[in-house]
């Protein structure tokens, strides 16, 4: 029951986005049955595999379906956003979407090969470069390549190259979480992170080239943030790649050489190129400039210090205690990303980037039990850890802070130029988790007595946190800071409503499907 609920949810979503699209009604018509009959063909292919036995397994999650839709995220979210605003989207994005849809036809038939026991809970990852793997994946990348020529304005070349990379990085990408953590992840969740990464790394590599051999210029900050951010992940990637390829990991201090030799050697040399100037001095003077950037850190200064301060007064071990501590740092999280979004997003987007690349870096150092840190990280992540972090990788957070910060990565078009009726697609994230998630959680643990079928969400909380996030809007659109009409209030109450029934029913993990899930129908619907 509860898979078909979570199936139906995502119907409801995508038949959404379709509907207030721009497209006519007879394209409205194919485009919804097209994607039905895909959905459900997903539905019944993953719940034939699951009854059958096989030879060879690795772990899955204990306490999660497989998750199949999840691979048809990516796609669906960077198309409702460039379906949007196709003319206002750079070549880059255009061949991101086109990538992530290959992407997602390569793991749909790979489910094939993929069987899920339901009783030990394992799951088999196909291997990447296997034959018919092999086969697939050339033609894809051949004929998005062309796809990806005639939507954008580079080379065919450049395209299939860019489809290319992205397929080459998704395979290795899948086998090393596999490998490394199987038992963290479900395999729509292994979809989701290698296409989401592979998409990235494509783009960032793209990106430097262009910059570095001159074909592209840098015009504004927007676009300097953007390039410092993807250069500064990029070497991190490699870092993780080195790390992880050999034996190093095994060696603790290997994480602070690698580092130190990547900055000196990639990032700093190639930033100093792109940028053609200092970029410390870059950075320093870009985020001191001003007041209003000051402002900005006091404030979420001060949110962080009175979240720290609270959250140490949970000093009980108990369900109760450890579930409010968590929810302080969601609600924390709305006093940082609301003010930094609607105040200056280029601050906030800089800032992203560089605390992704924190999180990273901190949980490399936990696994690979670096001294001095790894018994400070431990002691503090044990009050984020629930129900979903059984592998030896600790994912919750870092979902969170990329779910709050997901609109901002992959909005289409420049953040200067977002409208204030389209201003509430950036804040999904925090409406989602920040609002919503806090909310359902709170409300059903006090007031939850109805369950839902199959799940142990609560009717009474998903009410409050559908609920709690209109009030949210309204009070936006009351203070004359996001004003709603009334067509795109309706717009924005039943994208609400479809990603807080999918809160309910799915086994994902919700700090990563939900915000991209709202983005998508509230991106996709104009909100």
């Given at each position: 029951?509860?898979?078909?609920?979570?199936?139906?949810?995502?119907?409801?979503?995508?038949?959404?986005?379709?509907?207030?699209?721009?497209?006519?009604?007879?394209?409205?018509?194919?485009?919804?049955?097209?994607?039905?009959?895909?959905?459900?063909?997903?539905?019944?292919?993953?719940?034939?595999?699951?009854?059958?036995?096989?030879?060879?397994?690795?772990?899955?999650?204990?306490?999660?379906?497989?998750?199949?839709?999840?691979?048809?995220?990516?796609?669906?979210?960077?198309?409702?956003?460039?379906?949007?605003?196709?003319?206002?989207?750079?070549?880059?994005?255009?061949?991101?979407?086109?990538?992530?849809?290959?992407?997602?036809?390569?793991?749909?038939?790979?489910?094939?090969?993929?069987?899920?026991?339901?009783?030990?809970?394992?799951?088999?990852?196909?291997?990447?470069f296997s034959p018919q793997h092999l086969f697939l994946s050339t033609f894809l990348v051949i004929s998005g390549g062309i796809l990806a020529k005639y939507v954008t304005q580079v080379d065919l070349y450049i395209a299939v190259s860019y489809v290319l990379v992205c397929h080459l990085v998704c395979a290795i990408l899948q086998k090393k979480l596999v490998?490394?953590?199987?038992?963290?992840?479900?395999?729509?969740?292994?979809?989701?992170?290698?296409?989401?990464?592979?998409?990235?790394?494509?783009?960032?590599?793209?990106?430097?080239?262009?910059?570095?051999?001159?074909?592209?210029?840098?015009?504004?900050?927007?676009?300097?943030?953007?390039?410092?951010?993807?250069?500064?992940?990029?070497?991190?990637?490699?870092?993780?790649?080195?790390?992880?390829?050999?034996?190093?990991?095994?060696?603790?201090?290997?994480?602070?050489?690698?580092?130190?030799?990547?900055?000196?050697?990639?990032?700093?040399?190639?930033?100093?190129?792109?940028?053609?100037?200092?970029?410390?001095?870059?950075?320093?003077?870009?985020?001191?400039?001003?007041?209003?950037?000051?402002?900005?850190?006091?404030?979420?200064?001060?949110?962080?210090?009175?979240?720290?301060?609270?959250?140490?007064?949970?000093?009980?071990?108990?369900?109760?205690?450890?579930?409010?501590?968590?929810?302080?740092?969601?609600?924390?999280?709305v006093m940082i990303y609301v003010p930094g979004i609607l105040v200056n997003r280029e601050l906030m987007l800089l800032a992203s980037g560089i605390v992704l690349g924190m999180f990273l870096a901190v949980e490399a150092a936990r696994v690979m039990r670096v001294p001095p840190l790894c018994t400070s990280i431990d002691n503090t992540y044990s009050t984020?850890?629930?129900?979903?972090?059984?592998?030896?990788?600790?994912?919750?957070?870092?979902?969170?802070?990329?779910?709050?910060?997901?609109?901002?990565?992959?909005?289409?078009?420049?953040?200067?130029?977002?409208?204030?009726?389209?201003?509430?697609?950036?804040?999904?994230?925090?409406?989602?988790?920040?609002?919503?998630?806090?909310?359902?959680?709170?409300?059903?643990?006090?007031?939850?007595?109805?369950?839902?079928?199959?799940?142990?969400?609560?009717?009474?909380?998903?009410?409050?946190?559908?609920?709690?996030?209109?009030?949210?809007?309204?009070?936006?659109?009351?203070?004359?800071?996001?004003?709603?009409?009334?067509?795109?209030?309706?717009?924005?109450?039943?994208?609400?409503?479809?990603?807080?029934?999918?809160?309910?029913?799915?086994?994902?993990?919700?700090?990563?499907?939900?915000?991209?899930?709202?983005?998508?129908?509230?991106?996709?619907?104009?909100?």
């Open positions: 029951m509860l898979r078909e609920l979570e199936y139906g949810t995502f119907i409801l979503g995508v038949l959404n986005i379709l509907w207030y699209s721009t497209l006519s009604l007879l394209q409205i018509l194919a485009a919804a049955g097209c994607s039905v009959a895909v959905i459900l063909f997903l539905y019944t292919w993953e719940k034939t595999q699951e009854e059958v036995e096989h030879r060879s397994f690795s772990y899955m999650r204990p306490n999660g379906s497989p998750g199949m839709w999840c691979s048809l995220l990516l796609p669906v979210t960077l198309l409702a956003g460039s379906l949007q605003h196709w003319s206002a989207c750079s070549d880059v994005y255009k061949l991101s979407s086109v990538a992530s849809v290959t992407l997602a036809v390569v793991s749909v038939f790979s489910f094939n090969d993929i069987i899920v026991n339901k009783s030990k809970r394992k799951i088999n990852i196909p291997r990447p490998d490394l953590s199987s038992a963290s992840f479900t395999y729509g969740e292994v979809m989701i992170i290698s296409q989401s990464t592979a998409c990235f790394i494509a783009a960032a590599i793209f990106n430097t080239l262009l910059n570095i051999t001159g074909n592209e210029t840098l015009d504004d900050t927007e676009e300097k943030i953007t390039i410092f951010i993807q250069v500064c992940l990029l070497g991190l990637s490699m870092v993780f790649f080195t790390l992880t390829t050999g034996s190093l990991h095994q060696v603790p201090a290997m994480l602070y050489i690698v580092i130190a030799a990547f900055g000196t050697t990639f990032v700093i040399p190639v930033l100093w190129l792109v940028l053609a100037e200092n970029p410390f001095i870059w950075i320093f003077s870009f985020i001191f400039d001003g007041p209003q950037k000051v402002a900005l850190f006091v404030c979420w200064a001060i949110s962080t210090a009175a979240t720290i301060l609270l959250a140490s007064r949970f000093t009980s071990s108990d369900k109760l205690s450890l579930t409010a501590v968590r929810k302080l740092f969601h609600l924390a999280a984020f850890i629930d129900e979903k972090d059984l592998g030896p990788l600790v994912v919750s957070p870092i979902y969170l802070f990329v779910g709050l910060s997901l609109p901002l990565w992959i909005y289409p078009t420049s953040l200067n130029d977002i409208s204030q009726s389209t201003m509430l697609s950036l804040l999904s994230g925090v409406l989602s988790l920040g609002i919503g998630d806090t909310v359902a959680s709170v409300a059903g643990t006090w007031l939850g007595r109805t369950k839902w079928p199959g799940s142990k969400k609560s009717v009474e909380g998903t009410i409050c946190s559908i609920i709690s996030q209109i009030i949210f809007c309204l009070s936006l659109s009351s203070l004359g800071i996001l004003p709603l009409s009334a067509v795109g209030g309706f717009r924005t109450v039943s994208a609400i409503v479809v990603s807080s029934h999918l809160e309910a029913f799915t086994t994902q993990v919700d700090n990563l499907v939900l915000p991209a899930v709202l983005y998508s129908l509230m991106v996709g619907t104009g909100s």
